[in-house]
């Protein structure tokens, strides 16, 4: 590992600090060497340099949790990152995972490094200490997208929170089943959930280092969009996660996972085109690993399908391998003790599907396929929210759990709500990760919203944003979202009531928040 170092100046002042400590005897719980917090932290691996940022807030970028997984180490457990001599400048993002750039088939080029598992820390620059821990992890359908891609300065600054975010292993090289990977000892190896275990590795360094930087590594909440919600699921069933994190947060996710068999047979797929790509039949099985492992990334990936956003059209999904995740998936639901009884928020946005489809929307038919879109999304939202919330509701000790759904943006004949047009609301509305922006103060984060978030609006879109984050804020502090303006976020208790859920919506001018039903 390249490591810059800082000035002799620098060296000298925490030399004097570390003495001064010492000499005066006061460190405490969280406090390294009883040193105020500020930029200069030391790790379990080495000393980090970190940088002022926006928002009053201090961050720490491209932090090491895990020793690349290139060469013999692709399609292995993560291993313990190397420990390092001097300063380590922690200023820049580091690469995003290996993974398709474009948003339409056929003009994707392949981008990113093997070479990529790292975190990113903010906080607000004060010396608050204990402080929650907002561990996030970005969707993409488990095949784009990066921890680069979100202001973790907004939430940290805003919500007096120490924000992680990571970056994971994506793709086939994230999640990869193949009997030849499962011939050594080291179960994890042969898992196939790599990316699975990316994600555990970073919490792990979350309860090694992060009372370092003032935040409290009892008080942990896990939270994901999209395929960053089905990991966070997929963590809540993992028996590998317990006293991890402690509150979670699962935004248009779901407890979604394939079985082996099923992701078996699309990587012997994968391996007879290579194959035949290199005009090879005489590989024998004791090969096959070390085939795989000396093809390129763009051979690999190459061999898959990408779709919209530069995603693969083979979305895949954590693994019910029975050693990272539980071999019935889903149904560890039904056992509160083989899933992690914590508060736990789940939502969706109510119109989610029509992102997936607009590239079919047809003016002359729009009503037709506002109501399609509408029914597939209350599907959705039914399998992957309602239908977990009241399995884990029926059980004693289940810790609170709440529900919300995004109706910002969704089509209203009378009016459009924020669409500048009867069309683009139809087309767009309350769409999949429209949650974000508002969730993260980050505008508009996907061009395609830009025409929902305007000047004329912004009043009622921010007004909805910090009532959203507020409540967030509370959740993580508390495990209760609690009361926002008056409205109190009430507990799901899955009896399918006209109050089951709360709804997110604004006008031009303020927020528009109030319990109901969907």
Not at 204 to 215: K, S
Not at 284 to 303: H, P, T
Not at 372 to 382: L, R, T
Request: charged share 20%; aromatic share 10%.
């Amino acid at each position: 590992m390249s490591v810059k170092r800082v000035s002799k100046l620098g060296l000298l002042f925490f030399s004097m600090s570390l003495i001064l400590s010492v000499l005066s005897g006061c460190a405490t719980k969280g406090e390294a060497h009883g040193d105020s917090l500020g930029l200069l932290v030391q790790t379990d691996k080495g000393l980090v340099q970190g940088a002022e940022d926006e928002k009053e807030t201090w961050s720490w970028k491209g932090i090491p949790f895990a020793k690349p997984p290139v060469g013999e180490l692709r399609w292995k457990a993560p291993r313990e990152p190397e420990a390092w001599t001097g300063v380590l400048e922690t200023t820049e993002f580091s690469p995003v995972a290996p993974q398709f750039d474009g948003n339409f088939p056929g003009e994707q080029s392949v981008i990113g490094s093997e070479d990529c598992l790292y975190l990113n820390v903010w906080r607000p620059r004060t010396q608050e200490r204990d402080l929650p821990v907002y561990f996030w992890i970005h969707g993409g359908a488990n095949s784009v997208g990066s921890a680069s891609e979100y202001e973790g300065q907004n939430i940290a600054g805003k919500s007096h929170m120490v924000v992680v975010t990571i970056n994971y292993r994506l793709g086939p090289l994230g999640w990869f089943s193949h009997p030849a990977l499962r011939e050594g000892e080291n179960s994890l190896d042969g898992s196939g959930n790599y990316g699975t275990m990316d994600m555990i590795k970073a919490l792990q360094w979350v309860q090694t280092n992060i009372e370092a930087f003032g935040g409290n590594p009892d008080n942990v909440m896990i939270a994901g969009e999209s395929a960053g919600g089905f990991n966070v699921c997929s963590l809540l069933v993992s028996p590998r996660t317990e006293g991890l994190f402690h509150k979670a947060m699962s935004q248009s996710g779901g407890f979604n996972m394939v079985p082996v068999s099923q992701a078996d047979e699309s990587s012997e797929r994968v391996l007879n085109e290579m194959l035949a790509a290199d005009g090879r039949t005489d590989i024998g099985e004791s090969e096959i690993a070390a085939y795989l492992r000396s093809k390129s990334v763009d051979e690999l990936l190459n061999m898959y399908h990408p779709g919209g956003f530069g995603m693969l059209a083979d979305q895949l999904m954590p693994l019910m391998d029975g050693t990272v995740l539980p071999s019935n998936g889903a149904e560890a639901l039904n056992d509160p003790a083989t899933y992690r009884q914590v508060p736990l928020i789940m939502g969706a946005n109510k119109e989610e599907m029509k992102l997936f489809n607009y590239f079919t929307f047809d003016p002359a038919a729009a009503q037709e396929y506002q109501a399609n879109m509408v029914a597939m999304s209350g599907f959705m939202i039914k399998n992957a929210v309602d239908n977990p919330l009241t399995a884990m509701a029926a059980h004693e000790n289940q810790p609170a759990l709440y529900a919300y759904q995004l109706n910002y943006g969704a089509y209203n004949k009378d009016g459009y709500n924020a669409w500048p047009d009867e069309n683009s609301a139809i087309q767009f509305g309350a769409c999949h990760a429209l949650d974000l922006p508002l969730v993260w103060a980050q505008y508009p984060y996907l061009d395609i919203y830009r025409g929902i978030f305007r000047p004329e609006n912004e009043k009622g879109y921010t007004a909805l944003s910090d009532a959203m984050m507020a409540y967030i804020a509370q959740f993580a502090y508390t495990g209760n979202p609690g009361t926002v303006n008056g409205v109190t976020w009430e507990a799901w208790n899955g009896d399918g009531g006209a109050a089951e859920r709360i709804l997110f919506d604004a006008d031009s001018t303020e927020a528009l928040i109030a319990m109901g039903g969907k």
